[in-house]
């Protein structure tokens, strides 16, 4: 009895006082990496981080449906745009200007932290995340997808990782790497 009232009293103290729900903090790698996320809520700010351990030539593109006709037409417009952005990204959206739904799922539309590379403009326009569920004859699973939406020199580029669950840590873990600052 004596050890289960030294477990109820932190217990009620947890429960009785308010608490502010954690910052949005979300790591995502694939294995082996090839592309990294890394989201983090920063005070009034989040910073959505992309890495692509393999250079940019090998960076996800898009979030639609390709047809034949979008290899010859849309797709290399695409590429050349994302081959103008650097392996390693990092911008920022006003909380304001951001909803997070829970521990992973979040969506920021609008900000001005337009950036330079190598004289090539770089506008993010939005950033999400996804959880996706799958139900097949195979099974159930669920896998995780961040989008990151750049205008690029007045290109539109979404890069677009999808990972499996276990691919992605929040609020906390070891997928940090090369983001520690």
């Given at each position: 009895?004596?050890?289960?009232?030294?477990?109820?009293?932190?217990?009620?103290?947890?429960?009785?006082?308010?608490?502010?729900?954690?910052?949005?903090?979300?790591?995502?790698?694939?294995?082996?990496?090839?592309?990294?996320?890394?989201?983090?809520?920063?005070?009034?700010?989040?910073?959505?981080?992309?890495?692509?351990?393999?250079?940019?030539?090998?960076?996800?593109?898009?979030?639609?449906?390709?047809?034949?006709?979008?290899?010859?037409?849309?797709?290399?417009?695409?590429?050349?745009?994302?081959?103008?952005?650097?392996?390693?990204?990092?911008?920022?959206?006003?909380?304001?200007?951001?909803?997070?739904?829970?521990?992973?799922?979040?969506?920021?539309?609008?900000?001005?932290?337009?950036?330079?590379?190598?004289?090539?403009?770089?506008?993010p326009f939005a950033a999400w995340?996804?959880?996706?569920?799958?139900?097949?004859?195979?099974?159930?699973?669920?896998?995780?997808?961040?989008?990151?939406?750049?205008?690029?020199?007045?290109?539109?580029?979404?890069?677009?990782?999808?990972?499996?669950?276990?691919?992605?840590?929040?609020?906390?873990?070891?997928?940090?790497?090369?983001?520690?600052?």
């Amino acid at each position: 009895m004596k050890i289960m009232k030294y477990l109820l009293i932190p217990a009620v103290s947890f429960l009785s006082t308010a608490h502010a729900a954690l910052p949005l903090r979300v790591s995502c790698a694939t294995d082996p990496v090839t592309t990294m996320f890394d989201i983090a809520e920063n005070g009034e700010k989040l910073e959505v981080s992309v890495l692509h351990m393999n250079g940019i030539d090998y960076a996800p593109l898009d979030v639609t449906v390709i047809t034949p006709r979008d290899v010859e037409s849309y797709l290399p417009k695409k590429a050349a745009a994302l081959k103008k952005m650097p392996e390693m990204s990092t911008f920022t959206w006003p909380m304001k200007n951001c909803r997070v739904h829970d521990g992973f799922r979040f969506e920021c539309f609008g900000t001005d932290d337009v950036q330079f590379h190598n004289g090539v403009k770089l506008a993010p326009f939005a950033a999400w995340s996804e959880r996706i569920i799958h139900n097949n004859p195979a099974g159930s699973y669920i896998e995780r997808a961040i989008v990151l939406s750049v205008d690029v020199d007045g290109e539109s580029v979404h890069v677009r990782m999808v990972y499996p669950e276990s691919g992605c840590t929040v609020n906390g873990g070891s997928l940090r790497g090369p983001f520690a600052k």
